[in-house]
């Protein structure tokens, strides 16, 4: 390709992504902010300027730091449950573990199946099946991240070098020799660097969850929305933005000392 066609071609790129830009804020419906907006905004603003500190701690009942709990119980178990589930699909869906196309690929389209349908989606199906409630973040949370971990967990194992493996067979080991000392070692590092950074997004993902009623600290929450209680909100964003940022600052680090 001459260099004035690649030129081109980046023009071309540029005014399709403009076109589609003012395309889709063309679609978009503005509109004004009415009176009712506006006093209702300035009765937000003030309440989360100003946090509900009564409710970090209530000794008769449930408060921010049991919902937290709550949430990061979730998210963790959810965390487990994938962990393990995900594994031997992540060994049916990788291409260097079968001989065969057909089987590493029906392994990689049950894994696209799983992680298509959103947590939310999931959580409301769950919901129904077993009730409102933390059980059912749990069901939601690990069925979701089984296709995700999955997916991750698959091209780790491509990604690994096979020499230990053939040298292995060559020396006459089984398949569970090959698999405890050529294929985990390799990709145990991984695995445990992707769960703690899926652990990160669940904890992000109960909170939604809790909104629609599959238990944690989105239930308080969306309940002081919906009384415009602001003080309240205020003090359960800053609790969700504290405990994401140690969480995140936290799985960092290993990950780091992991990899």
């Excluded at 997916?151 to 060559?170: F, H, R, S, V, W």
Aim: net charge positive; with cysteine; glycine share 10%.
């Amino acid at each position: 390709m001459s260099p004035a066609a690649g030129r081109w071609g980046w023009v071309a790129g540029i005014a399709a992504a403009v076109l589609l830009v003012a395309w889709s804020v063309k679609g978009l419906e503005f509109q004004g902010i009415q009176e009712t907006a506006k006093v209702m905004s300035k009765a937000m603003i003030k309440g989360l300027l100003h946090p509900d500190w009564k409710y970090v701690w209530l000794p008769e009942g449930e408060d921010l730091i049991r919902n937290l709990l709550m949430t990061l119980s979730i998210s963790y178990l959810g965390n487990i449950v994938s962990m393990i589930v995900c594994i031997p699909l992540a060994f049916w869906a990788a291409a260097n573990m079968s001989r065969s196309r057909l089987v590493s690929g029906s392994g990689k389209i049950v894994l696209s199946v799983i992680r298509t349908v959103p947590e939310v989606i999931m959580a409301i199906i769950f919901i129904k099946a077993v009730g409102p409630g933390a059980y059912a973040g749990v069901l939601a949370l690990g069925v979701h991240s089984v296709g995700m971990l999955g997916k991750l967990y698959a091209e780790a194992i491509e990604n690994m070098d096979m020499g230990p493996i053939e040298a292995l067979t060559a020396c006459g080991a089984n398949r569970w020799q090959t698999l405890a000392f050529a294929i985990i070692p390799q990709v145990l590092p991984d695995f445990m660097s992707y769960a703690l950074y899926r652990f990160e997004i669940n904890v992000r993902s109960a909170t939604l969850l809790g909104i629609i009623g599959a238990g944690g600290i989105g239930t308080p929450l969306i309940f002081a929305i919906n009384g415009y209680s602001w003080p309240r909100v205020g003090i359960i964003l800053l609790g969700i933005i504290v405990t994401v940022s140690i969480i995140d600052y936290i799985s960092g680090s290993l990950r780091r000392r992991i990899v």
